[in-house]
């Protein structure tokens, strides 16, 4: 296939200062969960994005000395020559594929807490560090004099490294952000106070930057085009127009995280393109930025009419690393779309690695060897069995067929998708659609998978059909008894005529009056539920045992929101509480720290608790003499969406291997 000519744009090569990108898909800096411990995890992942056409792969925030670190977020380094040979490890890989490799120098200041070096952090005054109760030093002359050297210094190294383009990086929150801020910036010397004062440390160090590498590689700004509080911007514009001379690329961005990487159920594409439109005609340099762009109209749109240059990527150059590859090919169905749920930013928020719920192989390029695109064809080809189409057996089922084998996929009801079905039409969640609608494009290129609905399966059937290789992927099924994290035990006054369970909530049940959601599974889909009741019209009360409304979704930066808009609804939400019973005049709520119990009206009630597996087949079948029986997803252990696609990949990719052949690496340091 050949794309349609006027996306050639996309795909002409653009002069950023001393060098040249390929084409206009650039992967901005993210990080990953790997940081400086997994260099070779690191680099097999960023390669992979090279070879799926990204023409700029970016490093995610990489120190630039030691008195600044971020544990327990990973974050990379270029401390010292080991981080110089380990970083060249990546940028060998991204130039392997004709790519240019930028690295981005952090030093987080007052956002450092430092708690694996213990040193204490330097910052534009002593305020309380990120996420810890201590503070940070307040910089003197001589130690921004010394931080401004150490910049340097990385930048040298940096470009020891190979790197073509070379970040400054004065957005969120990190140190020379703070300096710009008027807010944050409450310094009496030559670095605080006046519009020429608070911008003196960013222009010296990017002189002093630009000393260091030369006309070797570009030098990119990292930018919010206002201050934090979102005032300010003709003074950032005029800041902006004034490195201009310095500056070879304006990588711009806007104060609110939380619209930045803005989650699907909140924000969607392009939320940045009315905040950053004019920075291009203000500077006259090379622009990007960001706004989870899986459009490629959209994409075009946006260079067409000059708002920016480049393409700028995170989550979907994760979700698909061969975004720009499909576009460049014609492919645009093949394009597997980001959903914006933020799981990849939960895991690095965690310190482990980064996984995605629509890219199965992302983290796992070197430690599994797995590719996002190519899959190493089965040695014999099987007859398998899915059941279930959820997201586990879709994926299952594509990827067994794209291994070669012969698939039959049975679903019990009429609709692909499973869990993805009702959980999509919850309020914001459409783009989660995605996970079901891509599979179910791949499903229908894919001749050797038959599909067969409406054809829930017994063991008999399975029998019956005489296929040796069977991959369970029958979902799971939410709890209504209480069970769960606070109560072990079925609580028994919620076997009542109030309660629904979570499936029919979702579907439309008759829910009116006085209606209290019980969220003890603390991700998305109580609050979800509060918000989808409260819009069909009933009293809500959203309690839950976390301190937190949605607790988990800190991690995929929700939270807030998700409080505000049930705020917004007049959902009343009811803190660090657990529901140990139904009573006739309602419910009995109980704050699970002190003990104190009251009761509400309750005229219906939905506990989000836990979930059961639903594996009775699974049960059943352990009877036949079958060579092949493996569970995939939640009939296994019911988790989040991510999960689900990955085993269901996984199951798919080792079901037919022997244990040694199934690669699981490891990176830690060895003595020798
Ligand atoms: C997993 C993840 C990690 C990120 N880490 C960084 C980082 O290290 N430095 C940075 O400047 N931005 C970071 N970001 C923000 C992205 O660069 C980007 O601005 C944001 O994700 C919005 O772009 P997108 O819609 O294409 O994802 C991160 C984003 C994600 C998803
Ligand atoms: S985890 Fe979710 S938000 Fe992140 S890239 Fe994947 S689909 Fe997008």
């Excluded at 030093?107 to 430092?114: E, H, I, L, T, V």
């Excluded at 939320?271 to 960001?290: C, D, F, Q």
Aim: charged share 25%; hydrophobic share 40%; net charge negative.
């Amino acid at each position: 296939m050949s794309r349609e000519p006027r996306f050639d744009i996309l795909f002409e090569p653009i002069k950023l200062g001393p060098v040249t990108a390929p084409n206009r898909f650039y992967q901005v800096p993210h990080c990953t969960g790997m940081g400086y411990q997994m260099p070779q995890t690191l680099a097999a992942m960023r390669e992979v994005k090279a070879q799926g056409g990204w023409g700029v792969v970016n490093t995610e925030y990489c120190s630039i000395h030691a008195s600044s670190d971020d544990l327990p977020a990973p974050f990379a380094s270029l401390w010292d020559a080991g981080d110089v040979k380990n970083m060249a490890r990546m940028v060998e890989g991204v130039h392997r594929h004709g790519a240019l490799a930028g690295v981005e120098l952090w030093y987080g200041g007052m956002r450092s807490a430092n708690q694996h070096s213990r040193e204490i952090s330097l910052a534009t005054d002593s305020m309380p560090t990120a996420g810890s109760p201590w503070q940070c030093q307040r910089m003197d002359k001589a130690d921004i004099k010394t931080y401004r050297a150490w910049h340097k210094a990385a930048a040298l190294r940096a470009r020891e490294a190979g790197f073509d383009i070379v970040y400054t990086y004065a957005a969120h929150t990190y140190l020379l952000a703070q300096f710009l801020d008027p807010v944050v910036n409450t310094r009496t010397d030559e670095y605080g106070g006046s519009i020429e004062n608070r911008w003196r440390l960013l222009r010296e160090v990017l002189e002093e930057t630009r000393e260091a590498i030369g006309d070797h590689c570009a030098m990119a700004l990292r930018i919010e085009v206002c201050d934090e509080d979102g005032s300010g911007t003709d003074e950032r514009s005029a800041l902006l127009k004034s490195l201009a001379p310095l500056v070879d690329l304006y990588d711009v961005t806007i104060p609110d995280y939380g619209i930045e990487m803005g989650p699907s159920r909140f924000v969607k594409e392009a939320p940045l393109e009315g905040a950053i439109a004019h920075v291009r005609a203000v500077t006259g340099k090379p622009v990007v930025s960001v706004g989870r762009f899986t459009s490629p109209e959209t994409m075009l749109s946006q260079v067409k009419r000059g708002i920016v240059d480049l393409i700028g990527a995170a989550r979907p150059s994760i979700a698909d690393p061969f975004l720009p590859a499909k576009i460049r090919d014609g492919r645009f169905e093949d394009i597997r779309e980001c959903i914006g749920c933020n799981i990849c930013y939960a895991n690095d928020g965690n310190g482990v690695p980064i996984r995605c719920t629509q890219n199965p192989t992302m983290g796992e390029e070197w430690r599994r060897d797995w590719h996002p695109e190519i899959i190493t064809p089965a040695a014999e080809h099987k007859s398998v069995l899915v059941i279930g189409a959820g997201p586990a057996g879709l994926e299952a089922a594509i990827t067994l067929g794209k291994r070669g084998h012969e698939v039959t996929l049975a679903e019990k009801s009429r609709d692909l998708g499973g869990r993805i079905n009702l959980e999509a039409r919850l309020p914001g969640l459409g783009e989660w659609g995605r996970v079901r609608d891509w599979r179910l494009l791949q499903l229908d290129k894919l001749a050797n998978i038959q599909v067969f609905r409406e054809s829930a399966m017994t063991a008999a059937d399975v029998a019956e059909a005489g296929i040796d290789h069977v991959i369970l992927a029958t979902g799971s099924a939410w709890r209504s008894n209480g069970r769960g994290r606070s109560f072990a035990r079925p609580v028994p006054t919620y076997d009542d005529p109030r309660t629904r369970d979570v499936a029919s909530a979702m579907d439309g049940a008759t829910l009116t009056g006085e209606v209290l959601v019980f969220d003890d599974d603390l991700y998305y889909l109580g609050s979800a539920l509060a918000e989808l009741l409260a819009q069909r019209g009933a009293r809500v009360t959203y309690a839950t045992t976390g301190s937190l409304v949605a607790e988990w979704t800190q991690y995929t930066v929700e939270q807030q929101r998700i409080h505000r808009r049930l705020h917004e609804l007049g959902v009343r939400i009811m803190l660090n509480v657990a529901v140990p019973e139904l009573i006739p005049s309602g419910a009995v709520l109980e704050h699970i720290i002190t003990g104190e119990r009251q009761e509400i009206a309750c005229d219906g009630f939905v506990p989000v608790t836990s979930r059961e597996p639903v594996d009775g087949l699974w049960h059943d079948l352990q009877s036949l003499p079958l060579e092949t029986l493996v569970r995939a997803g939640d009939c296994k252990a019911p988790g989040i969406i991510a999960q689900a696609v990955y085993d269901g990949h996984r199951q798919a990719r080792e079901f037919d291997l022997a244990p040694e052949e199934i690669i699981f690496r490891r990176e830690r340091p060895m003595v020798s």
